[in-house]
């Protein structure tokens, strides 16, 4: 699936792909889970990979072993330090945050999440687990 | 973006009417808060029954409408479904916020 990088555009895309067969078959708990993580990933390259700008995103789901086998791209920048963040929470303890939580939400349902940079892509494939039943 | 707002008394309660609060509808949502919460209250409830997915930015927004309402006005919350219970408790906004139980209100009187 392609799609525009703005925000409507996302918003489409997800409602797209979790409202139809296949993915509306799944589970509710794990069609949930990776909504949060496609959502997050996809805004993420909206507002920093193409910083606003637009550009073309390619994106691949499928189910298979282990759970749903994801891959997303973009022509965008790449991430800062050459790898995604690592995801830690914002500190809640003072001035309550309103953003930083992106990755920390990525992070703690992407298995196996794997990036590379080629040819002036960002890739980034990961598994979302257990998978659709047997 | 489809808010409504009734009071109860001291309480605002606020249903948010849309299946999504997302990166899409963030500003509209918080410009909407305001100003729905321009209606004076000591409290404010805000019904997320209607809302299915949640994401990262729809949380900022709820967490900038808690800081513009202020200390003085808490803002608690009801009606959380599971995916956006999900994203509360994994960031865990779900021990900022007081969250009530489905029903609260009409158990409570």
């Known amino acids: 699936m392609t799609l525009t990088s703005d925000p409507a555009s996302v918003r489409a895309a997800l409602e797209r792909l979790f409202s139809h067969p296949p993915f509306s078959d799944l589970d509710a708990d794990l069609r949930g889970t990776a909504e949060i993580v496609m959502a997050e990933i996809l805004n993420n390259i909206v507002e920093h990979a193409y910083a606003g700008e637009g550009g073309r995103i390619e994106m691949a789901l499928q189910d298979g072993e282990g759970g749903l086998h994801c891959s997303i791209s973009d022509r965008g920048r790449p991430f800062p330090l050459g790898e995604p963040p690592a995801g830690g929470l914002p500190d809640l303890s003072d001035d309550l945050p309103e953003g930083g939580f992106g990755w920390a939400l990525i992070r703690a349902y992407a298995e196996d999440l794997n990036y590379e940079r080629r040819d002036g892509w960002n890739h980034l494939r990961f598994r979302i687990g257990p998978g659709l039943p047997a | ?109």
Not at chain 2, 80 to 108: C, E, H, N, W, Y
């Open chain 2, 1 to 109: 973006m489809e808010i409504a707002a009734r009071k109860h008394g001291p309480l605002l309660e606020v249903t948010v009417m849309e299946n999504r609060i997302d990166a899409a509808c963030a500003i509209q949502f918080k410009e909407r808060m305001r100003e729905v919460t321009e209606t004076p209250s000591d409290r404010v409830l805000l019904d997320l029954s209607q809302v299915q997915f949640l994401d990262s930015s729809g949380l900022g927004a709820v967490v900038a409408v808690r800081k513009h309402l202020g200390e003085e006005r808490p803002l608690d919350l009801t009606g959380l479904t599971p995916t956006v219970q999900k994203v509360f408790r994994l960031t865990r906004m779900d021990t900022v916020f007081t969250i009530l139980p489905s029903g609260g209100l009409r158990d409570a009187g």
